[in-house]
């Protein structure tokens, strides 16, 4: 069992940043990477950052340049800079983690006011 706490989300003016903090518990020496997915309403669930235990990282198109992931050594916690924030940005985040199967936090809402 992997149990994620997320924090960090919040309202935010456009052009503005926002970092997000995802810290895993129980298992976590099973887990492969993290990384951070968001879901606005209407829309389906999308990969927004991902990191391996390795620090290979994957970035959704809409956000290279502009948000940042990275991870602790021990790949317990990761974080998911986001600078220039722009309203279409807003949606509920989600943590995820991947031991062979997907572990998801509850989620914290970024909003980005134009």
């Known amino acids: 069992q992997v149990q994620l706490v997320e924090s960090g989300g919040g309202l935010v003016q456009a052009g503005g940043s926002l970092r997000l903090s995802c810290t895993a518990s129980?298992?976590?020496?099973?887990?492969?990477?993290m990384g951070w997915y968001r879901q606005a309403p209407g829309n389906q669930r999308e990969l927004v950052a991902f990191?391996?235990?390795?620090?290979?990282?994957n970035y959704a198109d809409f956000v290279k340049g502009r948000f940042t992931i990275s991870k602790d050594n021990a790949l317990i916690t990761v974080y998911l800079q986001m600078n220039s924030l722009k309203p279409e940005d807003t949606a509920i985040y989600y943590c995820?983690?991947?031991?062979?199967?997907?572990?998801w936090g509850q989620g914290t809402q970024v909003t980005v006011s134009s």
């Open positions: 995820n983690a991947w031991s062979g199967r997907n572990w």
């Open positions: 990191i391996y235990r390795d620090g290979n990282t």
């Open positions: 129980g298992s976590t020496f099973s887990i492969n990477g």
